[in-house]
């Protein structure tokens, strides 16, 4: 027969994990036989079902306290999406700038980028003629 | 009320609505969690608001793996052992310049089993215990967590939470004698 801390011991284990076939039999039997562990055991039911019956507070002021907060950190966050938004639009415009500029002039040089691609010498002193 | 996963749904999709409805389902389950670990004091609440905050940022990338209770709990844990930590730090501190803050609580330790309910005494042992240990209790026996999921929210070996949880059942149970 082991001693009453190593019972104790598999009684507390019992509530939480498996025992071993041997160490379960050996925890009925002495359950059988000890008063004192069958107390035992009846003070730790009533500690777990002490805790099962732990407060669970709900009200609405919670609730409005934690909207508040949210609805605050969405203001603040507001610059950085549009931001986001404005830096996304952007770079589309210059893209598909760029694309019909390519499309137009077969090149994106600083001439076709600045729309003076196909402009020849002749067309130049034309220009300064007509002025 | 809403079904939890269209209110995940919609509330992913920026319906404010939605998320009341969750958080008016999870704060019951947050806030016990927290009190558990904090105790009753002033700044429960706000690590328990903090909880829903955190997880309205990390909604648009929850895919809903954990069960969302799962991952409230995890946040739950995680923030109030951070706040836990930082109170140490200020405790400290505060021991150091000798000042006495609003936040320092003297445990009345003259106040007899007869003046204090049961819940008052559970919440008054729990503060009795290692945080790392509060916490498996805490999932455990206050939220009814099996020993497999305290483990995967603690990140813990199923043997350590078992073995932690019967120590602090034993430490727990000699605290509590009187009450039960």
């Given at each position: 027969m082991k001693d009453e801390a190593y019972y104790r011991g598999l009684l507390s284990r019992s509530f939480d994990e498996e025992l071993g076939q041997a160490e379960s039999k050996a925890l009925e039997k002495a359950l059988l036989q000890s008063r004192e562990l069958r107390e035992e055991s009846a003070r730790l039911r009533n500690l777990r079902e002490a805790f099962r019956s732990f407060p669970k507070p709900s009200d609405e002021a919670f609730t409005e306290a934690v909207m508040r907060q949210i609805e605050q950190s969405d203001v603040y966050r507001f610059p950085a999406y549009w931001l986001q938004w404005a830096a996304a639009a952007s770079a589309a415009i210059i893209l598909i700038a760029g694309i019909s500029i390519y499309w137009s002039a077969g090149s994106l040089t600083a001439e076709a980028l600045v729309g003076v691609?196909?402009?020849s010498p002749e067309d130049a002193v034309t220009l300064l003629q007509a002025y | 009320m809403l079904q939890q996963n269209d209110c995940i749904l919609r509330a992913k999709s920026g319906d404010a609505q939605a998320f009341r409805s969750l958080v008016e389902q999870h704060q019951g389950q947050v806030r016990a969690t927290v009190r558990s670990m904090?105790?009753?004091?002033?700044?429960a609440d706000d690590v328990a608001q903090e909880v829903f905050i955190r997880l309205h940022q990390a909604l648009p990338g929850f895919?809903?793996?954990?069960k969302l209770s799962t991952y409230l709990s995890r946040i739950a844990i995680n923030l109030s052992l951070n706040e836990l930590k930082r109170r140490k730090r200020k405790g400290r501190w505060l021991t150091f310049t000798k000042t006495d803050g609003p936040e320092l609580q003297v445990e009345?330790?003259?106040?007899?089993?007869?003046?204090?309910?049961l819940k008052d005494a559970l919440q008054r042992a729990l503060q009795q215990i290692d945080p790392e240990f509060r916490a498996v209790v805490t999932l455990r026996?206050?939220?009814?967590?099996?020993v497999k999921e305290t483990a995967e929210i603690l990140d813990l070996p199923q043997g350590t939470v078992a073995s932690r949880l019967a120590r602090a059942q034993q430490k727990l149970r000699s605290i509590l004698g009187p009450w039960l």
């Open positions: 691609s196909e402009l | 904090l105790g009753e004091v002033a700044e895919r809903g793996d954990a009345d330790k003259a106040a007899g089993p007869e003046q204090q309910d026996l206050v939220e009814g967590y099996s």
